[in-house]
């Protein structure tokens, strides 16, 4: 890390900790109740948080890259969707064609609800080998994974054309229209999170509408992250973030996707 970078996040902490000083401090004196204070600190925190990390245009994605130590993902828009609640109309969900590198770099949109939520049961073996994908284990794990676009778990009986099929028990497994090759951390440590939001939201009897999509840069073959954004019809669901593609221990050459070993690559956790 540079001087003028380690100065920077020096200043930036300090300033952090003068208005937690200041604004605690003056909510004591005020007659604020400790009890009080942990909600104040968190609320500043998150404050912070959505300020330091956000980009306000979906166009910036493919021009970020990331650095060994930064946060996995970051918001985009101040991590409110833009998505029309009044567009969800049927429950389908809308496969982009592959580009003429056969990757999945326009997105699919899907119209949720809650008969989409599917079980593991009924999984089989993938197959299909996207763009960029050359596997390799580092400390015997896998460093890769077929990643989907709208996963698995709430895309029971969306057949791949993207209708719905009520005797497909299924959700979409082996659709090459809606796989990229993702870091196994992206995948297992970051998007499921998002995924589990909009589960929790379709259990609850919430329709969503989900837009996902890889972020590639030029001609890369890997993508350099994968954008996601969901919305509820009536607004309790509400996220657009963006995830990094990286894996911790690993360099990645996205032209082609190959990988070396790299341990000064840290990924946090989220």
């Keep these: ?22 604004i605690v401090g003056g909510w004591l004196i005020s007659g604020g109740q400790p009890s009080d204070i942990s909600n ?22 493919a021009k970020l890259n990331y650095h060994s130590g930064d946060q996995s993902f970051i918001y985009v828009n ?5 998505l029309d609640p009044a567009k969800w109309k049927i429950n389908e969900v809308r496969y982009a064609n592959l580009d003429s590198l056969n990757r999945t770099s326009r997105g699919n949109l899907a119209y949720l609800e809650s008969r989409n939520l599917a079980s593991d049961e009924n999984r089989v073996r993938q197959y299909v080998e996207p763009t960029a994908w050359h596997q390799k284990f580092v400390d015997r794990q896998p460093i890769i994974n077929r990643g989907h676009l709208i996963a698995y778990s709430i895309s029971k009986g969306i ?29 297992q440590r ?4 998002y995924e589990q939001k909009i589960r ?19 001609n890369e073959l890997m993508a350099r992250g994968i954008h996601l954004e969901a919305l509820s019809t009536d607004k309790s669901l509400n996220f657009n973030v963006y995830l990094f593609n990286v894996q911790p221990n690993v360099k990645f050459d996205y032209a082609t996707g190959r990988s070396t070993i790299d341990r000064s690559m840290k990924v946090p956790e989220p």
């Design 1 to 22: 890390m540079s001087k003028r970078r380690r100065k920077k996040q020096t200043r930036s902490l300090q300033g952090i900790i003068i208005a937690l000083i200041v």
């Design 40 to 61: 104040v600190i968190q609320n500043i925190s998150q404050n912070t948080l959505n300020h330091t990390k956000n980009v306000s245009s979906n166009d910036e994605l």
């Design 78 to 82: 101040h991590n409110k969707a833009n």
């Design 159 to 187: 057949s791949s054309d993207g209708r719905y099929n009520p005797r497909d028990s299924s959700g979409d497994q082996n659709n090459p229209k809606n796989l990229f090759t993702q870091t196994a951390f992206s995948n």
């Design 190 to 193: 970051v998007q499921t999170i």
């Design 200 to 218: 929790d939201s379709l259990k609850a009897g919430k329709r969503v509408i989900f837009y996902s999509k890889p972020i590639f840069r030029d």
